[in-house]
């Protein structure tokens, strides 16, 4: 069982960053591809970026290509989202996701945070 917490989440003005945190309890973290996702009101939940265990591949959204960068520290169990050049679209609830399989695929992800809400104000 893994349990993930986020935290880093909060309002800015558009064109703002924020960076996202996502620790996990257990042991073996670095054998779980990690995921970001999100979801805004009234919208299905979305892939945002996802790393491998080992950090070496990594892959994004086209929407937040360039301006989002996702990375691991394994020896503290956490993953992080640098968000950059935030826009009023990036405005959602972001969670982080763990998973021996996942890709950009949601459902191959089998641990969830709780997730933590990001507001870009225009």
């Known amino acids: 069982q893994v349990e993930l917490v986020e935290i880093g989440g909060g309002l800015v003005q558009a064109g703002g960053s924020l960076r996202l945190s996502c620790t996990a309890s257990?042991?073996?973290?670095?054998?779980?591809?990690m995921g970001w996702f999100r979801q805004a009101p009234g919208k299905e939940r979305e892939f945002v970026a996802a790393?491998?265990?080992?950090?070496?591949?990594?892959l994004y959204a086209d929407s937040v290509k360039g301006r989002f960068t996702v990375s691991r520290d394994n020896a503290k169990n956490t993953v992080y989202l640098q968000m950059n050049s935030l826009k009023p679209d990036d405005t959602a609830v972001y969670y982080c996701?763990?998973?021996?399989?996942?890709?950009?695929?949601?459902?191959?992800?089998?641990?969830w945070g709780q997730g933590t809400q990001v507001t870009v104000s225009s």
């Open positions: 996701a763990a998973g021996t399989v996942g890709t950009i695929n949601r459902l191959n992800y089998d641990y």
């Open positions: 257990g042991r073996a973290f670095s054998i779980y591809r």
């Open positions: 790393i491998s265990g080992s950090g070496g591949s990594i």
